[in-house]
């Protein structure tokens, strides 16, 4: 684009404004224009016994409800790990999902990382520490029954005793090839991390590009055959981890990064991850006591979801009217995926969007004990915390590459492409910007609630629409985005 032009366009966008340039608001950055506030955690997610302990918990420590209550659903789902699988699609009998999540939780430091993890994770650990214990009761009587029926005769001897097998429900600093061993005994268990950047820096190593793969492989219930020089080899069938930790905003924002960059770190293993902002709340002097009993009753209904892993999962199905639904849901999540405008990094999270909506189901299916049919509640109440999931993915995907996935920000690229290309219209409407497909705008509507968050960051103006019997309302673009860039700069957005 010519100087020439530049000038013309910026002359010709000032004459339509009856605003004078003093008046005139300043734009926004163009990377905050998607900066909207979160939204609150949706209700009536989990049961009754669950909220009943989380939110007062929440409450008196001043945390974000949402970081508590997905920590607890991440365990949760560690819990249910390799007993159920989830079948989305009858007619592709291919597909099925584990209920085993990813959940990280980016917060700084002093946002009470280490009380939320270790009271939410403490019926985990009483159950590894019971489990064990019963383990070593059982060694025992297997040794006393081992030797005496190798003393025995052996024409005198019955079936050769078992060895015990050793139950586990979590993992914390486990290496690959002793969580191998761990999930070939037990399917499926909750890798728990008061800090995920020790975990994240070892996928990074060149030397431990297998631990990487094996991780993708525990994520979506593969297979796994080791075999080493001089010791027996194993083989792992249908292992299930989940995982589910904190790590502060500086590192897992360089793992983004380098994610959003492509080369090894693209492989979809971040995606994998349900990524929430964890923040601290204003202080409040007069904060609900957490009852005792609701905490024990948390304690209580997280023990009973384990269960002993059978031979092969069970199989979670759509009830009819879910599955109808479930169909409505895939092809929205499909159309927006194709978007041409997405970033490769963000399409790569919307590509395991419909299966963060399987799993989401299974876990909320089996926590309010609906059996092997999952309602359409339990789907619906998986499309909102998917849809709440996104608020916080699109911000922090923001935060580390500077980028934005919001139709806020596609639409403003696109009005300024239209102003270096000299075609941009007197007046910008919702019509308009429909009917050229800006950043897959889906309606008139959508594109009205668009325009009006540019006009609330200053980058439109709202002027009197030329057609008044129409109705509707009209902008135009804010000469101060022009002046604030140059020709080879607007060249390039």
């Keep these: 684009m010519v100087k020439a032009n530049f000038l013309a366009d910026l002359e010709r966008l000032k004459k339509p404004i009856p605003f004078s340039p003093e008046g005139l608001p300043e734009p926004a950055p163009l990377e905050e224009l998607g900066e909207e506030e979160l939204p609150p955690f949706p ?29 607890a659903l991440g365990l949760a789902s560690g819990l249910l790990a390799g007993r159920y699988v989830v079948q989305p699609d009858p007619q592709n009998p291919t597909w099925r999902e584990g209920v085993n999540l990813w959940v990280a939780v980016i917060s700084d430091p002093g946002t009470k990382k280490t009380p939320i993890l270790k009271t939410l994770a403490e019926p985990l650990y009483e159950l590894e520490a019971h489990f064990q214990e019963e383990y070593e009761e059982r060694r025992r ?66 030397d431990r590009q297998a631990d990487r793969a094996f991780y993708l492989k525990a994520h979506s219930g593969g297979s796994h055959r080791e075999d080493r020089m001089g010791r027996k080899g194993h083989f792992v069938r249908d292992m299930w981890l989940a995982i589910v930790g904190f790590i502060q905003p500086g590192p897992f924002r360089r793992l983004l990064k380098e994610a959003a960059k492509g080369g090894e770190e693209a492989d979809g293993l971040v995606q994998r991850f349900v990524m929430v902002e964890g923040r601290l709340l204003p202080w409040k002097k007069e904060r609900p006591s957490v009852p005792r009993e609701a905490q024990e009753a948390y304690k209580a209904f997280m023990k009973g979801l384990w269960q002993s892993p059978e ?62 049919w999952v309602s359409a509640e339990s789907l619906l109440r998986a499309i909102e915390l998917v849809q709440w999931a996104d608020a916080h993915a699109k911000r922090i995907w923001r935060g580390a590459t500077r980028g934005d996935y919001s139709p806020a920000n596609r639409v403003a690229v696109r009005i300024l492409e239209r102003a270096r290309e000299g075609k941009l219209p007197e007046q910008i409407t919702p019509k308009w910007v429909w009917d050229l497909g800006f950043a897959g705008i889906e309606s008139v509507a959508q594109a009205a609630k668009v325009l009006q968050r540019l006009a609330e960051k200053g980058w439109l103006l709202e002027v009197q629409p030329r057609n008044r019997n129409r109705g509707g309302k009209a902008f135009v673009l804010n000469p101060k985005v022009l002046e604030g860039l140059k020709p080879e700069e607007l060249q390039g957005a």
């Design 141 to 206: 009587t297997y040794e006393l029954e081992r030797q005496a029926w190798q003393a025995s005769k052996p024409q005198e001897r019955g079936p050769e005793p078992q060895e015990p097998r050793a139950f586990r429900v979590l993992v914390e600093d486990a290496t690959k090839e002793a969580l191998a061993q761990v999930l070939k005994e037990n399917r499926g268990v909750v890798a728990v991390y008061d800090e995920l950047k020790g975990l994240f820096s070892t996928w990074q190593r060149v």
């Design 43 to 71: 209700g009536e997610i989990l049961p009754g016994e669950l909220e009943a302990f989380l939110r007062p918990f929440a409450e008196r420590l001043a945390v974000e409800y949402g970081a508590v209550a997905i920590t």
């Design 311 to 372: 031979e092969v999962p069970r199989i979670l199905r759509f009830a009819p009217d879910a599955q109808e639904l479930w169909y409505e849901w895939e092809d929205e999540v499909e159309q927006e995926a194709r978007d041409p405008d997405l970033p490769p990094s963000w399409k790569a999270y919307l590509g395991k969007r419909l299966l963060l909506t399987a799993r989401f189901a299974g876990v909320l299916s089996l926590v309010w004990k609906e059996g092997e």
